[in-house]
């Protein structure tokens, strides 16, 4: 299957629980008219959580599910039950239009650790120290956690998961992105390479390391999503200590094509790992910032011109 392009509802303002942007009609009909063929579902209850509801906004448009994120406090065992739950939630919704749109695509379950819930890497976001990294044992309640609930998906749904490395959150800088994959069995899970997320968690704006994250990672990658980082942005929120919300509030994750990774690059690099399949672009906004539409649009064009795709 070759590389096909879809969006997301962050990028309208629907971002994990920090408000909701434009209907998800709107947002579904702008994301067909801007180029896009897939999209993702977005924080649970944003879309119809009636799968006849679901398949009928998915299929008037043409349009395939992707991939839904579901955040678990996963340092904590204490707290993974409830997560569980959650993700097995949507994961039977996703599981429910499976069949919709492109029929060689299975959703997938993006499982993350929840970020902003613990304070200091809410407040350290792209700038992580190993200090403020796990310990050996929570390492293992962490990897154990992911393990346990990757196996429930495929089990109940057959659905696979993909872990979402995330600023504000643990594995965020690469070697944590390290120690997770070498504590997990890909048999189970595997990783949503995120190029925004890698290159602000790696402490850096160097657009290049990104391509030495996916030569690292190759073997573990099962999606991708495209999303670019201000450079600009970037270093204030180094220098001025902002917390995650507020650098993500402050525009880190721009356009694709105005911040520091060259999505050309990157696709050839893709293309020559063998990757196909899809590929999401997100522009992670709160609620009222910019022109969703635009943006989306000119991240297409953008994309156009730099891949030919």
């Known amino acids: 299957m070759s590389i096909r392009f879809g969006n997301a509802p962050c990028s309208w303002g629907t971002i994990e629980g920090w408000g909701q942007g434009v ?56 707290a993974q039950a409830e997560g569980e739950a959650r993700v097995l939630r949507t994961a039977r919704l996703l599981k429910s239009v499976a069949d919709v749109g492109d029929a060689d695509t299975q959703p997938v379950l993006m499982l993350a650790d929840e970020h902003s819930r613990d304070p200091e890497r809410f407040h350290n976001a792209g700038r992580i120290t190993p200090d403020l990294s796990l310990s050996s044992s929570d390492w293992r309640t962490f990897a154990a956690g992911a393990e346990r609930i990757a196996k429930a998906v495929l089990d109940e749904t057959g659905l696979k998961t993909v872990f979402h490395h995330h600023c504000g959150g643990y594995v965020e800088a690469p070697w944590e992105l390290e120690e997770f994959l070498a504590l997990t069995d890909s048999s189970l899970i595997n990783l949503c390479f ?116």
């Not at 924080?43 to 043409?62: F, H, Q």
Request: proline letters at 3%.
């Open 194 to 309: 995120d190029t925004g997320h890698y290159l602000f968690g790696t402490g850096s704006t160097h657009g290049e390391l990104v391509l030495d994250g996916l030569e690292l990672f190759k073997d573990r990658i099962a999606l991708i999503h495209f999303k670019d980082c201000d450079p600009v942005v970037a270093e204030q929120a180094r220098e001025t200590g902002m917390t995650y919300k507020e650098s993500i509030s402050s525009g880190v994750f721009c356009e694709l094509g105005r911040g520091s990774v060259d999505f050309g690059q990157v696709t050839r690099k893709l293309v020559q790992q063998s990757y196909s399949g899809w590929i999401t672009i997100e522009q992670d906004v709160l609620p009222g910032m910019g022109d969703p539409k635009a943006s989306a649009q000119r991240n297409r064009e953008h994309l156009r011109a730099v891949t030919g795709l």
């Open 23 to 78: 209907p998800y009609a709107q947002m579904l009909d702008e994301l067909k008219e801007t180029g896009y063929t897939g999209t993702e579902l977005g924080d649970y209850g944003y879309m119809p959580t009636d799968p006849a509801a679901l398949r009928e906004a998915l299929n008037s448009r043409g349009l395939t599910m992707l991939s839904a994120y579901e955040g678990v406090y996963l340092r904590d065992a204490a």
